[in-house]
């Protein structure tokens, strides 16, 4: 733990990156990608990929069960009537299309949220539950704003209470650990 505005005494002269040993440069780059990580934008840029690929699963899940439903041309009824390979170009194409729209909403939620909830933090210097809560309704209403104010304030209400109960979940101590290999 370092702390801020406290004189140490001297610190030796920083090394160019010539002077260094190889081990030396690995560490200094992995100080500062872990500096980097730790950092909101690292943190909003980490939450929006992974929000990103998430959804991409999640969408293509989702779309490989539904093709149950009609083609939507009227010379053709449903989508079994087609070829098979008329059947599986469709298929892949909507599966292609529904997986990159849910991932683009997962990673737009994530970046947006993380990035809410690490400047809140960072402004309150506080870790606690309000934070979470916080940017849950800032993110929610943000992204309900265009169906007016009562869309917003539902999406407030509606992500605040997820974000509440997801950080509460995290939190909980809901069984102590066993004391010993014996107490199972």
Do not use: W
């Given at each position: 733990m370092s702390m801020i505005g406290v004189y140490q005494g001297p610190?030796?002269?920083?090394?160019?990156?010539?002077?260094?040993?190889?081990?030396?440069?690995?560490?200094?780059?992995?100080?500062?990608?872990?500096?980097?990580?730790?950092?909101?934008?690292?943190?909003?840029?980490?939450a929006g990929?992974?929000?990103?690929?998430?959804?991409?699963?999640?969408?293509?899940?989702?779309?490989?069960?539904?093709?149950?439903?009609?083609?939507?041309?009227?010379?053709?009824?449903?989508?079994?009537?087609?070829?098979?390979?008329?059947?599986?170009?469709?298929?892949?194409?909507?599966?292609?299309?529904?997986?990159?729209?849910?991932?683009?909403?997962?990673?737009?939620?994530?970046?947006?949220?993380?990035?809410?909830?690490?400047t809140i933090e960072s402004f309150r210097a506080k870790h606690d539950l309000y934070n979470g809560v916080t940017a849950g309704c800032i993110t929610g209403a943000g992204l309900a704003i265009k169906g007016g104010p009562q869309a917003a304030a539902i999406g407030c209400a509606g992500f605040a209470a997820f974000s509440l109960a997801i950080d509460m979940y995290l939190s909980s101590d809901a069984a102590p650990p066993p004391k010993n290999d014996y107490d199972l």
């Open positions: 610190q030796p002269p920083k090394k160019s990156l010539q002077e260094m040993t190889q081990q030396e440069q690995a560490e200094e780059g992995a100080k500062y990608f872990v500096d980097f990580m730790q950092s909101c934008p690292g943190k909003t840029a980490m990929v992974s929000g990103f690929a998430l959804g991409g699963f999640f969408g293509l899940f989702m779309a490989s069960m539904a093709y149950d439903v009609p083609v939507g041309s009227d010379a053709v009824k449903h989508i079994s009537d087609l070829p098979f390979r008329q059947q599986m170009k469709l298929q892949f194409s909507d599966m292609a299309k529904r997986s990159y729209s849910s991932a683009k909403n997962f990673g737009y939620i994530g970046l947006v949220y993380s990035g809410v909830e690490c």
